[in-house]
Nanobody, 117 residues
Framework: QVQLVESGGGLVQAGGSLRLSCLPSRSLSSIVVMGWYRQAPGKEREMVARIDSDGNTNIADSVKGRFTISRENFRNTISLQMNSLKPEDTAVYYC???????????WGQGTQVTVSS
């Protein structure tokens, strides 16, 4: 199992930036893929960005060029740098993890990101 703790959400004006962080309860080296998903009110959860153990990334088209996902091995943390935020980025953002030995996907509790126009 993996417990995930997210931080960094908040309220920001359109055009601003936020940085989300996710701290897993175990070493990043034991996790194949980590990612960020988001869910806006009345909508399904969608993938925002993912990164694997080799540092390969997969970024949703809606945020490409604005959001960057990174692995900070020295802090055992995954970060999502969000720039040029838009009101449509408003959602609860969830960190996810897929360990090597487990077919389950583990989720954090979520952190609210609100972008005002």
């Amino acid at each position: 199992q993996v417990q995930l703790v997210e931080s960094g959400g908040g309220l920001v004006q359109a055009g601003g930036s936020l940085r989300l962080s996710c701290l897993p309860s175990r070493s990043l080296s034991s996790i194949v893929v980590m990612g960020w998903y988001r869910q806006a009110p009345g909508k399904e959860r969608e993938m925002v960005a993912r990164i694997d153990s080799d540092g390969n990334t997969n970024i949703a088209d809606s945020v490409k060029g604005r959001f960057t996902i990174s692995r900070e091995n020295f802090r055992n943390t995954i970060s999502l740098q969000m720039n040029s935020l838009k009101p449509e980025d408003t959602a609860v953002y969830y960190c996810s993890a897929n360990p090597y030995e487990d077919t389950n996907t583990y989720w954090g509790q979520g952190t609210q990101v609100t972008v005002s126009s």
